[in-house]
């Protein structure tokens, strides 16, 4: 099956902690991103990706970070500076830049304790 | 920023009617597009309309943009229960790389 998975469904952190989020898409897309959605919003960007070992810093990208060693993967860290990181986090790919279409992965709830 | 305003912000429908919401951006762009998100789950994708179209469809969806007005509009015709979801639009603007989604509009379709 090609697609795209998040792991964990459901992640708890201690404020303080450092979390990072799997992000795995198997659909050979170029392009990558993560978002962040609160209760009632709309979706708001992280970070992208458009190619492998590079990044751009998306709408809310402090208290985050990210790597793109691979094509296929990119995991986002929510770190100890993100003031309110329990939200509801999507990972999404494209098979080119800008405008294509984006296809989701499930989400990952992050809720901190 | 958000480009793009859903309206309403929620919409209650008995089964076999249809559902139409709005969608209002405030700059130019390339195309819009239409996502679908069912409760706790991921965005799936609906629909993509290019700035040089008026009206699009697929299935019971029927999308038309406006550019003069900078809107957007989404019908699902004879809606069912399993249409229940909210319903972002998505804009890609001119001369900038990412979409960015409106805050969404709550459909509820009763049996």
């Known amino acids: 099956d090609g697609g795209i998975t998040q792991s964990p469904k459901y992640l708890f952190r201690k404020e303080g902690q450092n979390v990072t989020l799997s992000c795995e898409q198997n659909?050979?897309?170029?392009?990558m991103y993560w978002y962040r959605q609160d209760p009632g919003q709309g979706l708001r960007l992280i970070y992208y990706?458009?190619?492998?070992?590079?990044?751009q810093k998306g709408d809310i990208a402090e208290g985050y970070s990210v790597s793109r060693e691979k094509k296929e993967s990119f995991p986002l860290t929510v770190t100890s500076a993100q003031k309110n990181p329990t939200a509801f986090y999507l990972c999404?790919?494209?098979?080119?830049?800008?405008?294509?279409?984006?296809?989701f992965g499930p989400g990952t709830r992050l809720t901190v304790l | 920023s958000q480009q793009g305003e859903e309206d309403p912000q929620a919409l209650s429908i008995q089964e076999g009617e249809n559902a139409t919401m709005n969608c209002s951006y405030k700059t130019s762009i390339n195309n819009l597009q239409w996502y679908r998100q069912n409760s706790g789950r991921g965005l799936v994708h609906l629909i993509l309309i290019r700035s040089n179209e008026r009206e699009k469809h697929s299935g019971r969806l029927r999308v038309t943009l406006d550019t003069s007005k900078k809107s957007s509009s989404l019908l699902i015709t004879a809606s069912r229960a399993a249409d229940t979801a909210s319903y972002f639009c998505a804009t890609d603007v001119v001369d900038d790389y990412k979409l960015s989604f409106g805050a969404g509009t709550t459909v509820t379709v009763r049996a």
């Open positions: 999404a790919s494209s098979l080119q830049g800008r405008g294509s279409e984006q296809f």
């Open positions: 990706s458009q190619i492998v070992n590079d990044f």
């Open positions: 659909l050979n897309h170029d392009a």
